[in-house]
């Protein structure tokens, strides 16, 4: 068996989710958890979108990790689960396997700030699935918890593990059969750009099944344990030149082993080439990402001379480096 479907399997499916509080251990502070009840990974069946775009299909799913907890933050109280609404879009009417792609939303985001880009590669032959993890606790730094940075990095591998079981399953399920599990990619934006780093390039939490990434305007900092290593596999880095953050694609695309693409975009900052509302740069992030999928997840030799071709029509307002290998 291929190493990246190599897997655990969860439990068996739950009826309800239910909530009842438990002190925490004594000698803890006096905050009270609250207990996921039932037990099993889906505590309801996927709901059809009734806005999706024409010709995509979207599902929205809602996964319970019951191997670990979720810290209070705010007026979240905690849990002793880790509860996961998770987006996905597939192309319509197209019953083969397709290539699949896990895209993380930023910082305290979710994936309806990403719905635009999701639509673009669900359009062009991909199964898109996009996680909605609990929002991430602040150091006074403003950076995220690094314990939360981990935690995100398992809720992406944990979805991706329920999503490839329904893919495969015998039960009847919107997934079955759509997707292609060899060919799996890696997406994220701002703070999600860093847990794809941790699932291609870190010790803490790497994750073999993936075989191609894109970060976007991502943060490359520190985890609590482990460190950087060389990724074996194709990365795309795609950020503005204005965005404060960019010092952080600049540093890391020269440890990145090939093949590996920077694309630059000119006078533009963090968030809108994009999240909705995107600006007039989108059409280079979608045109340089799908042409990166195909050529790295499905075989498509024009892939990448098509990133070179879009720079090329887009000179002055996006630079390229690479290197290929």
């Not at 609404?85 to 979710?110: M, Q």
């Not at 990448?304 to 290197?323: D, F, H, K, M, Y």
Request: proline fraction near 8%; hydrophobic fraction near 40%.
């Amino acid at each position: 068996m291929d190493a990246r479907r190599t897997r655990r399997r969860g439990a068996a499916l739950v009826v309800g989710a239910a909530l009842a509080f438990v002190a925490l251990p004594a000698g803890a502070a006096a905050t009270k958890v609250a207990h996921c009840a039932g037990a099993g990974s889906e505590p309801s069946s996927p709901v059809a979108a009734v806005d999706a775009t024409p010709g995509i299909t979207q599902y929205e799913y809602t996964f319970v990790d019951r191997s670990r907890g979720t810290p209070a933050l705010g007026d979240r109280g905690a849990t002793d689960c880790r509860t996961l609404p998770v987006v996905v879009r597939f192309p319509a009417g197209d019953p083969s396997p397709h290539p699949l792609v896990l895209l993380v939303h930023g910082a305290d985001g979710s994936p309806a700030a990403l719905a635009s880009l999701a639509d673009v590669w669900a359009a062009a032959g991909y199964v898109v699935v996009q996680p909605h993890f609990p929002a991430n606790r602040k150091q006074k730094s403003g950076k995220a918890v690094g314990d939360d940075l981990v935690q995100q990095t398992r809720d992406a591998r944990f979805v991706l593990d329920e999503v490839l079981d329904r893919a495969a399953a015998a039960t009847p399920d919107p997934l079955q059969g759509q997707v292609d599990p060899l060919h799996i990619g890696a997406a994220g934006m701002s703070l999600g750009g860093q847990t794809v780093y941790g699932l291609i390039s870190h010790t803490c939490c790497r994750d073999g099944r993936i075989g191609a990434a894109v970060v976007m305007a991502g943060v490359h900092d520190p985890f609590p344990e482990g460190s950087y290593v060389k990724q074996q596999l194709p990365v795309l880095l795609v950020q503005g030149n204005l965005d404060v953050g960019y010092h952080h694609s600049l540093s890391s695309f020269p440890a990145l082993a090939p093949p590996k693409w920077f694309v630059t975009l000119e006078r533009e900052g963090h968030s809108a080439p994009f999240e909705v509302p995107r600006d007039s740069s989108s059409g280079i992030v979608d045109s340089t990402t799908v042409a990166f999928w195909d050529q790295y997840l499905r075989g498509d030799a024009t892939g990448g001379p098509r990133i070179v071709a879009e720079v090329q029509a887009n000179a002055g307002r996006a630079s390229l480096e690479t290197a290929i290998g």
